[in-house]
C-alpha cells in the first residue's frame, strides 16, 4: 500500500511541504495576482523560487525589471527580494520556499 498524498494546489492555494517531506522544502503556493496587483518576496529566512504558470506581468529587484510570462522561473537566493506585478491579464505562479543551512533551517 501506497503513503502517497495527490494534493490539488488548484484548490487549496498553500500547503507546508514539511507535513509530507523531509528536506528543505517548506512552502508551495499558487497564488493568483489580478492585473495590476502586486507581491513582494523577501528571502531573508528561505530562498524562494517561482515559475510562472499563466498570464503574465513583470518583476523587479533592485534596478532589474524582468518580463514574466508562461515558463520564466526566478530565484531569489538570500538577502534578496523581488516585487512582481501582474500584467493586463493577470498572473498566476508556483512558489516554492526552500530552508538553507545559513538560514538555521527555518523556512515557511
Known amino acids: 500500500m501506497s503513503n502517497a498524498v495527490v494534493i490539488n494546489l488548484r484548490e487549496v492555494r498553500e500547503i ?7 528536506g528543505p522544502l517548506g512552502r508551495i503556493r499558487l497564488p493568483r495576482l ?3 496587483q502586486r507581491e513582494t518576496l523577501v528571502a531573508d529566512a528561505q530562498e524562494h523560487t517561482l515559475f510562472v504558470v ?3 506581468g513583470t518583476a523587479v529587484t533592485g534596478s532589474a525589471t524582468v518580463p514574466l510570462r ?8 538570500l538577502g ?11 498572473l498566476e505562479l508556483f512558489i516554492a520556499s526552500l530552508a538553507t543551512p545559513q538560514a538555521g533551517g527555518e523556512s515557511a
Open 54 to 56: 499563466q498570464g503574465s
Open 80 to 90: 534578496s527580494s523581488v516585487t512582481v506585478e501582474a500584467g493586463g491579464d493577470g
Open 70 to 77: 508562461h515558463g520564466v522561473a526566478l530565484t531569489l537566493p
Open 34 to 36: 489580478q492585473p495590476g
Open 16 to 22: 507546508d511541504a514539511r507535513v509530507f517531506l523531509s
